[in-house]
């Protein structure tokens, strides 16, 4: 059975009205992945907030940091799964299948990434997005320390904590606009 065909609950502008800036940025995405992921065009609706988003994602998840891209796509899964956000858990597992060039992480990340057979750097780093996505208000210096005694800088602690910040923001978006992924996602990596 398909996937419901919509973007989003919400009215989009057509694409044909987007400032010429944001047709070439959609240009590049059908260039390098093939696609527009429908995030992006659920942010069309304000296009200024959807190139502070654009920027503010390209720097989080590919910029420069102590986390691999690998990392930093098994916390966007965790945190999805965590909040159960559709989107999110099939455009983010298909990013772990891609990085990881394994099919079955990118599952278990997606179902319950407990279950994966992990080293401890991952899973002190996962145990403390879900539970900074869960409990937030239990973190402690006793789970920064953990995530210390598994070899993460402070840096690398703030950008675990960037990342699951910015994906419990997106899960919301997309829970609330009823975002639907890309069905090319399904099929890929596999």
């Not at 609950?9 to 059908?30: G, M, Q, R, S, V």
Request: net charge negative.
């Amino acid at each position: 059975m398909p996937q419901p065909k919509h973007i989003v609950k919400t009215a989009l502008p057509n694409e044909n009205d987007l400032d010429d800036d944001i047709k070439k940025y959609f240009a590049k995405c059908e260039e390098k992945l093939g696609m527009v992921p429908y995030v992006l065009k659920a942010l069309t609706g304000n296009q200024e907030k959807l190139r502070n988003f654009s920027k503010f994602y390209n720097e989080l998840m590919l910029g420069a940091s102590g986390l691999s891209k690998l990392e930093r796509e098994m916390i966007a899964v965790a945190v999805s799964s965590a909040n159960r956000c559709y989107y999110c858990l099939v455009a983010h597992g298909q990013a772990v299948r891609q990085y990881s060039d394994d099919p079955q992480l990118g599952e278990m990340m997606v179902m319950n990434y407990r279950v994966a057979e992990l080293d401890a750097r991952q899973r002190a780093m996962l145990d403390f997005a879900w539970k900074l996505t869960k409990t937030p208000q239990d973190i402690g210096d006793a789970d920064r320390q953990e995530l210390r005694d598994v070899g993460f800088s402070d840096a690398d602690i703030f950008d675990i904590c960037d990342v699951v910040g910015f994906f419990n923001y997106t899960n919301r978006m997309a829970h609330g606009l009823d975002m639907m992924p890309n069905p090319d996602y399904h099929a890929m990596n596999r």
